[in-house]
């Protein structure tokens, strides 16, 4: 474990400090390098994307967010100070709440439980203390609309939810518990078209209620309707780091894809003519 560094002064955008900022962070698993000199900015009211494919090193990058593994090299600062984080409860203390893909809900609890799931209010003492239930259905109830989320019956088990209305419930409870920064490990992946669109919708109401968003996607569409920033990671190095100023779609779509290496595998796979056809050789041979 690396220790903090001393004297290293955050970046600074307009004159804000980030409310997470990796500076040049790097990790390693023995001889395997998982990152490099990764380098990004979390500030509040802002979504920053994170695209790359399969084995970029987004769920590295996400591990180290959540404190789940230090890094070995750069700096990680949160709100201005340099830190490393010791472990996910750190990051939770810190304000950095982590919706993992697999949501690590119990299926067949009922909403208002997974919304307090490790973190349920009680009442009474001693032996008399017990869950204070109604408290949990009606926060439940009260915060997921005031995220703008209608759900039928809080008692309903979450696992009866579709998977867009369970990322849902996992964003409102993040907010709810006190987060400054939400990371989302690739929220859409398993969704249909209609879903995703819901999810992006929740992600962009808890941008707009000031935390800072980081967005975990391989899917340029996806990022780039809510997105402010965007990085791009490709076998753990970066590939690219701009603002929705600075890129459009189509040319961040490219970037992604490999841009000109997609552009020389789409000249070897351009299809040789056949011989007796219009454009082709004769087909004797002469």
């Not at 994307?49 to 090299?73: E, F, M, P, R, Y």
């Not at 973190?119 to 203390?129: A, H, M, V």
């Amino acid at each position: 474990m690396i220790e903090p560094p001393e004297d290293v002064t955050p970046a600074r955008t307009g004159g804000r400090t980030p409310l997470v900022e990796l500076d040049g962070v790097s990790k390693y698993y023995g001889n395997i390098r998982a990152l490099e000199g990764v380098s990004l900015e979390v500030h509040p009211g802002e979504i920053t994307c994170v695209l790359g494919d399969n084995g970029a090193g987004k769920s590295t990058l996400i591990k180290i967010i959540a404190g789940l593994h230090q890094h070995d090299g750069g700096s990680l600062f949160v709100e201005g100070e340099p830190t490393v984080l010791a472990s996910p409860r750190e990051a939770l203390d810190r304000g950095i709440a982590t919706v993992y893909q697999d949501l690590a809900v119990v299926a067949l609890m009922p909403v208002w439980r997974n919304f307090f799931l490790g973190s349920e209010p009680t009442r009474g003492r001693g032996p008399l203390r017990r869950l204070d239930v109604g408290l949990m259905r009606e926060t439940t109830r009260a915060e997921l609309l005031r995220m703008g989320i209608d759900l039928r019956d809080v008692d309903q088990p979450i696992g009866t939810l579709s998977g867009g209305e369970r990322q849902c419930v996992a964003i409102a409870r993040a907010v709810y518990f006190g987060a400054k920064v939400l990371v989302l490990d690739e929220p859409t992946a398993a969704l249909g078209v209609k879903q995703s669109g819901v999810v992006l919708k929740y992600v962009a109401a808890a941008r707009d209620q000031g935390l800072g968003v980081v967005l975990i996607t391989h899917n340029p569409h996806h990022a780039y309707l809510v997105g402010d920033r965007f990085v791009l990671l490709k076998r753990g190095a970066m590939a690219g780091s701009h603002t929705k100023e600075e890129i459009g779609l189509d040319e961040l779509i490219r970037q992604m894809a490999g841009g000109s290496e997609l552009e020389e595998l789409s000249h070897e796979l351009e299809r040789a003519p056949v011989p007796g056809t219009p454009g082709g050789p004769p087909a004797d041979g002469r």
